[in-house]
């Protein structure tokens, strides 16, 4: 988030704690953004990118409900 100050430079605002935005909904938009058809983040910004893990864990293995009784 940005803003332009009295002298017109474009200057970051500084937020303590995430107030001034929902960090968690943040991220996720900014993800949805610039993922890609195949849900890749390499379109990402080197910024963003370079503090995810770029090894994901292996898909979960889901099995059929037992019956209750």
């Known amino acids: 988030i940005r803003y332009v100050n009295k002298a017109g430079e474009k200057k ?5 704690n995430g ?3 929902a960090s968690t909904r943040t991220l996720i938009s900014i993800l949805e953004t610039f993922q890609t058809e ?3 983040i ?3 910004p080197d910024v963003i990118r370079n503090r995810l893990k770029t ?3 292996p898909p ?3 099995q059929p409900a037992k019956p209750l009784a």
């Open 12 to 16: 970051f605002v500084h937020t303590c």
């Open 19 to 21: 107030t001034a935005v």
């Open 38 to 40: 195949r849900k890749s």
């Open 42 to 44: 390499d379109m990402l």
């Open 55 to 57: 090894v994901r864990p």
């Open 60 to 62: 979960l293995k889901f």
